[in-house]
């Protein structure tokens, strides 16, 4: 069971704390969580390069597809990698920047009162039992600090910026994640 500091800081991961988040506007309540996916090469899973993206030190040249990443500022609160191992880039009481253009319930701006989870993974490949169990002791963890993110309140980046993102994709399984979060 994973448990949340007074900082925001999710304990028995790994921290690797990003420079690309900001404060949550003015007295902003988290209410609402994002699912993502990421693979860096697209489709190729393990090693650090998602992590270097998020904190600003990932070596463009190293792939031809990092090529339009150059200067790119980003980041998520967390990921889960293949095997269910958690890094955490942004306190979950700040606001990382992981949903960019973005509306929920008529609300715009979603980084501003979400929590952004990556799943490494593409939308048509499955994920891993260890990233579902993973995905649901983390969210155990958010839903005990911010009680507002309740199982209506946990969608897919494709949910909050619809024909601009497709993440997590058909290949997550909403149904198994909901009942093992139940």
Same mark, same amino acid.
């Given at each position: 069971?994973?448990?949340?500091?007074?900082?925001?800081?999710? #304990?028995?991961? $790994?921290?690797?704390?990003?420079?690309?988040?900001?404060?949550?506007?003015?007295?902003?309540? @988290? *209410? /609402?969580? @994002?699912?993502?996916?990421?693979? /860096?090469? !697209?489709?190729?899973?393990?090693?650090?390069?998602?992590?270097?993206?998020?904190?600003?030190?990932?070596?463009?040249? !190293?792939?031809?597809?990092?090529?339009?990443?150059?200067?790119?500022? @980003?980041?998520?609160?967390?990921?889960?990698?293949?095997?269910?191992?958690? %890094? #955490?880039?942004?306190?979950?009481?700040?606001?990382?920047?992981? !949903?960019?253009? +973005?509306?929920? !319930?008529?609300?715009?701006?979603?980084?501003? =009162?979400? &929590?952004?989870?990556? /799943? $490494?993974?593409?939308?048509?490949?499955?994920?891993?039992?260890?990233? =579902?169990? %993973?995905?649901? #002791? @983390? %969210?155990?963890?958010?839903?005990?600090?911010?009680?507002? &993110?309740?199982?209506?309140?946990?969608?897919?980046?494709?949910?909050?910026?619809?024909?601009?993102?497709?993440?997590?994709?058909?290949?997550? *399984?909403?149904? =198994?994640?909901?009942?093992?979060? +139940?």
């Amino acid at each position: 069971m994973f448990s949340i500091d007074d900082r925001g800081w999710l #304990q028995g991961v $790994e921290h690797c704390p990003s420079p690309n988040y900001g404060a949550r506007p003015g007295d902003t309540a @988290v *209410d /609402l969580l @994002v699912i993502h996916n990421i693979s /860096l090469p !697209a489709g190729v899973f393990g090693g650090r390069y998602i992590h270097d993206l998020f904190c600003n030190c990932l070596n463009c040249d !190293a792939h031809p597809s990092f090529a339009d990443l150059r200067d790119l500022e @980003v980041s998520a609160h967390a990921l889960i990698d293949r095997s269910g191992h958690t %890094t #955490q880039f942004v306190s979950f009481d700040d606001r990382a920047w992981h !949903a960019g253009v +973005s509306e929920f !319930a008529g609300r715009p701006n979603c980084n501003d =009162y979400s &929590i952004g989870i990556e /799943l $490494e993974g593409t939308d048509t490949v499955g994920y891993t039992a260890q990233q =579902y169990q %993973t995905l649901v #002791q @983390v %969210t155990q963890a958010l839903q005990r600090k911010y009680p507002l &993110i309740g199982k209506q309140r946990i969608v897919g980046h494709c949910d909050i910026a619809p024909g601009r993102k497709t993440d997590p994709g058909p290949a997550f *399984d909403w149904a =198994y994640f909901r009942k093992e979060l +139940s």
